[in-house]
């Protein structure tokens, strides 16, 4: 599975961006996709994943009511719809697949850098 991810750039706080993920390959046994961020200096983590049957989803704390994922099965992409950004949403956003029958995410985009600052 191949991953392309978009859509980031320089926004100020309290602005919006939404990020895009296309997918290509074996994209028919994908269970779930992810977007994750690491800042600098601190470790990746988790924002938000949706399940690839179903659109069951689950969002970070820290942007539960201002990020919100999506999909569009018909075009193997996943968004990320990212409202009223604060400067610790800056980072570099990746997203990621876990194929059915996996406990982790084994493929990962190349990532897109955000950045909230004024």
């Known amino acids: 599975v191949q991953l392309q991810a978009s859509g980031g750039g320089l926004v100020q706080p309290g602005g919006s961006l939404r990020l895009s993920c296309a997918a290509s390959g074996r994209t028919f046994s994908t269970y779930e996709m992810g977007w994750f961020r690491q800042a600098p200096g601190k470790e990746r983590e988790f924002v938000a994943a949706?399940?690839?049957?179903?659109?069951?989803?689950n969002h970070a704390d820290s942007v539960k009511g201002r990020f919100t994922i999506s999909r569009d099965n018909a075009k193997n992409t996943v968004y990320l719809q990212m409202n009223s950004l604060k400067p610790e949403d800056t980072g570099v956003y990746y997203c990621a697949v876990r194929s059915v029958g996996d406990s982790q995410y084994g493929y990962w985009g190349q990532g897109t850098q955000v950045t909230v600052s004024s």
């Open positions: 949706i399940r690839w049957s179903g659109g069951g989803r």
